[in-house]
């Protein structure tokens, strides 16, 4: 059922996808899917569940701050070497956030809010264990690294052909170690 919603969230977008539209993809019955999940909205609760739950990585206590920071590049590597049609569904739902009308607003909202809060953990461990320089902006760098993320996610959802996600994710990874990591000035 999530891989039809995915699917079409892609095709049409969140708002224009129907509950059963979903369930015909998906193979089942307008009334099976209002049995199972009971309206659109709950299965756009479960669907960005799934997304939050697998882009948006807690921290490794184990690792230092910059890998902290550099996990939700993996993240979404990770996602897209397993499920690339899942991790553009989750893009293009984030992206039709942007409307002040969309449901999904208050979602995203959160869910980037929770990403933010993470990445600024993961600067400040870094500049306590060495692996982050301590001169930086952590808000400036927060707000560029998760420009760098949406930037990289939009050019690849619009214009796929022309972006290999891994490689632009690459670049910036290599970028922001070279930005904030401790390692630029050793």
Same mark, same amino acid.
Request: charged letters at 30%; proline letters at 3%.
């Given at each position: #059922?999530?891989?039809?919603?995915?699917?079409?969230?892609?095709?049409?977008?969140?708002?224009? =996808?129907?509950?059963?539209?979903? !369930?015909?993809?998906? !193979?089942?019955?307008?009334? #099976?899917?209002?049995?199972?999940?009971?309206?659109?909205?709950?299965?756009?609760?479960? *669907?960005?569940?799934?997304?939050?739950?697998?882009?948006?990585?807690? /921290?490794?206590?184990?690792?230092?701050?910059?890998?902290?920071?550099?996990? &939700? *590049?993996?993240?979404?590597?990770?996602?897209?070497? =397993?499920?690339?049609?899942?991790?553009?569904?989750? *893009?293009?739902?984030? *992206?039709?956030?942007?409307?002040?009308?969309?449901?999904?607003?208050?979602?995203?909202?959160?869910?980037?809010?929770?990403?933010?809060?993470?990445?600024?953990?993961?600067?400040?461990?870094?500049?306590?264990?060495?692996?982050?320089?301590?001169?930086?902006?952590? $808000? @400036?760098?927060?707000?560029?690294?998760? @420009? @760098?993320?949406?930037?990289?996610?939009?050019?690849?959802?619009?214009?796929?052909? $022309?972006? &290999?996600? /891994? =490689?632009?994710?690459?670049?910036?990874? $290599?970028?922001?170690?070279?930005?904030?990591?401790?390692?630029?000035?050793?």
């Amino acid at each position: #059922m999530l891989r039809a919603a995915a699917d079409l969230i892609v095709e049409k977008g969140w708002e224009a =996808t129907t509950a059963a539209e979903i !369930g015909r993809r998906a !193979g089942y019955s307008r009334a #099976m899917v209002h049995a199972r999940y009971g309206s659109k909205d709950a299965i756009l609760e479960e *669907f960005l569940g799934e997304y939050v739950k697998r882009l948006n990585p807690d /921290p490794d206590p184990g690792s230092d701050g910059m890998a902290q920071v550099l996990a &939700h *590049f993996d993240r979404i590597e990770e996602i897209y070497g =397993t499920d690339p049609a899942l991790l553009k569904a989750m *893009f293009v739902a984030t *992206f039709e956030a942007v409307k002040t009308t969309s449901p999904l607003r208050d979602r995203v909202r959160a869910q980037l809010r929770s990403g933010a809060v993470k990445v600024d953990a993961g600067l400040r461990n870094g500049i306590v264990d060495g692996s982050v320089r301590a001169d930086i902006d952590v $808000d @400036a760098a927060v707000r560029d690294i998760t @420009a @760098a993320v949406f930037g990289i996610a939009y050019q690849w959802v619009v214009v796929a052909e $022309d972006h &290999h996600l /891994p =490689t632009e994710l690459q670049a910036a990874r $290599d970028r922001i170690i070279d930005s904030y990591g401790q390692r630029h000035f050793d």
